[in-house]
């Protein structure tokens, strides 16, 4: 796990900007010149330099002053800040376009984070499949999570509940709510949220105040 | 446009929280009652209840001290705050799974935003659809755009830079950009960038350390 020098839990805020970090290095290590500076990093992440520095120090800085990063290496130390020198495994709760939409993110296997099925009420026993990904029925699931090593539901349904109620009986109990409903989670079980529309609105507000 | 009663821009941060409040009360307001205390709201937001006042303060207070609001009568607040009294239109691009994930949410016509079209490269000049929702070729976009006074093209395709030289072309200035790539926005142009990943690594983060 990531080498934090100071040992104390970064903020959600410098996790999700660390986040932005590492999305934006996916995309330009993989160009010919694979060195970036933390002020143009930090220009295209639309966050101040002194910020993006004071983000990396807290972990020991990556990299010596004065110098620009090489981006891959940088994405490799910044995958281990979040665990993900050892792959992820998901399970995709309903076979829906929003399940259809991960399993096409390219982004999602260049961060180490693999989706291994989707499970859906309407699956049938035998061997099918959704988006080129490994459909499964509802009876084979506890046995498809354990041999998986499943880490995260993913509920991609409209209506969520059924099949959070399911993924809980089945074992899992850390969650990433696509859906537009949010879901209160029960005593244990650690649900992230996610909205599509607090990315919007801001927008819009601005848009609307022009 | 918002009853600001201070007359000064609300940060990116007080507008994300704003933004998941409407949300959730576009999610409770459905229910048989629509009181909700500030405290429920903050709870069920995972804010803190002073914060929550604070931001309401913001813009006039919204219902009386020590009563329950009115869900409905908050949300509809909340949505003049974002200056969606009047409707939002949206165009598509890409008929990929990120744009069937938008056109079945229930959450964008509850919040006065609707999706008008879906433009594709494939698509052909005849009468078409994706999703029910109208595909629009290429040549008709111009005067589509135009007619149902898109304000916002929302790039729904993994591969977006196409799909943004052709929408400026044809006279949008404000983009929501959901594809993977980060895109760097010319001169005059607003791209909001939406990266589900910032949602996805922080709960990692947490799950890799305990």
Redesign the interface.
């Known amino acids: 796990?990531?080498k934090n020098i100071f040992n104390i839990?970064?903020s959600?805020l410098t996790?999700?900007r660390?986040?932005?970090y590492?999305?934006?290095l996916n995309?330009f290590s993989q160009g010919e010149n694979p060195e970036i500076s933390s002020a143009k990093l930090a220009k295209?992440a639309n966050i101040k330099p002194s910020q993006l520095r004071q983000d990396f120090h807290y972990f020991g800085g990556f990299g010596k002053p004065g110098h620009p990063y090489d981006a891959n290496l940088l994405k490799e130390e910044l995958l281990k800040?979040?665990?993900?020198e050892?792959p992820?495994h998901l399970l995709l709760a309903g076979a829906?376009?929003?399940a259809?939409?991960?399993i096409?993110?390219?982004?999602l296997p260049s961060?180490n984070?693999h989706i291994k099925g989707v499970v859906d009420f309407t699956a049938g026993t035998i061997d099918d499949e959704f988006?080129n990904c490994p459909l499964i029925s509802t009876s084979n699931l506890a046995e498809f999570i354990e041999r998986n090593q499943i880490?995260?539901g993913v509920i991609c349904a409209?209506e969520p509940e059924t099949y959070l109620r399911l993924l809980i009986e089945k074992g899992l109990t850390?969650f990433?709510n696509l859906s537009?409903?949010?879901l209160?989670p029960p005593l244990g079980i650690?649900i992230?949220q996610?909205?599509?529309?607090?990315?919007?609105?801001?927008?819009?507000?601005?848009?609307?105040?022009s």
């Open positions: 796990m990531p839990t970064p959600p996790l999700r660390l986040a932005k590492l999305c934006l995309q295209i800040v979040f665990g993900l050892k992820l829906t376009p929003w259809a939409t991960l096409q993110c390219p982004s961060l984070v988006s880490s995260v409209n850390v990433w537009p409903k949010h209160i650690r992230q996610e909205s599509l529309m607090c990315g919007l609105l801001p927008m819009v507000y601005e848009l609307r105040k």
